[in-house]
T-cell receptor, first 110, second 119 residues
Framework: RKEVEQDPGPFNVPEGATVAFNCTYS??????FFWYRQDCRKEPKLLMS???SGNEDGRFTAQLNRASQYISLLIRDSKLSDSATYLC???????????FGQGTRLTINP | GAVVSQHPSWVICKSGTSVKIECRSL??????MFWYRQFPKQSLMLMAT?????????EQGVEKDKFLINHASLTLSTLTVTSAHPEDSSFYIC???????????????FGSGTRLTVV
């Protein structure tokens, strides 16, 4: 079983739609959680951290359920510029390295 | 915020030759640098963790004699792909975190990546 698993995608949604991604992690010692965005042939860039209390940044909302070891990302009012691959990333307590999910490819259509 | 500069952006080399990739932390000291590899349509896979002044720690299945890592200073880490073969063609990315300025939730800063093609 992969340590971090994501919806395989791809997701193709019209502009303005709301889209949600899910992610599960297997290591209960995981401590920090992130969503990264990666554009084609580019490096990943931090989109937002994820907290147990849930957090929102503009049109983006992230949720963490530690009991279920489940992370989600919600994008409202999607824009064409949101087209990218979204990576669920986990960091384990005591370790510095990041573990990446395979990513979910999102395409927003006009 | 923290910046990591990675060079070259892309390189094409002949099979059997060696290629060096550099990553520099521009405005912070990177005690630890991480090296990842990403094949098309796959996620980033950690290859090794580079520590300044000591030997790198390699992930299972990564050949340390093939992927030489040198972390010569607090701002420079290099990855050398030795005797490259076409199956080594991939996107190589380094990453580090500014432990002094960044909180845990700031994540890590990535270099811009190096696209290696071995012909």
């Amino acid at each position: 079983r992969k340590e971090v698993e994501q919806d395989p995608g791809p997701f193709n949604v019209p502009e303005g739609a709301t889209v949600a991604f899910n992610c599960t992690y297997s290591n209960s010692a995981s401590q920090s959680f992130f969503w990264y965005r990666q554009d084609c042939r580019k490096e990943p860039k931090l989109l937002m951290s994820v907290y147990s209390s849930g957090n929102e940044d503009g049109r983006f909302t992230a949720q963490l359920n530690r009991a279920s070891q489940y992370i989600s990302l919600l994008i409202r009012d999607s824009k064409l510029s949101d087209s990218a691959t979204y990576l669920c990333v986990v960091n384990t307590r005591g370790a510095q390295k990041l573990v990446f999910g395979q990513g979910t490819r999102l395409t927003i259509n006009p | 915020g923290a910046v990591v500069s990675q060079h070259p952006s892309w390189v094409i080399c002949k099979s059997g030759t060696s290629v060096k990739i550099e990553c520099r932390s521009l405005d912070f000291q990177a005690t630890t640098m991480f090296w990842y590899r990403q094949f098309p349509k796959q996620s980033l896979m950690l290859m090794a963790t580079s520590n300044e002044g000591s030997k790198a720690t390699y992930e299972q299945g990564v050949e340390k004699d093939k992927f030489l890592i040198n972390h010569a200073s607090l701002t420079l880490s290099t990855l050398t792909v030795t005797s490259a073969h076409p199956e080594d063609s991939s996107f190589y990315i380094c990453s580090a975190r500014d432990l002094v300025r960044d909180r845990d939730d700031y994540g890590y800063t990535f270099g811009s990546g190096t696209r290696l093609t071995v012909v």
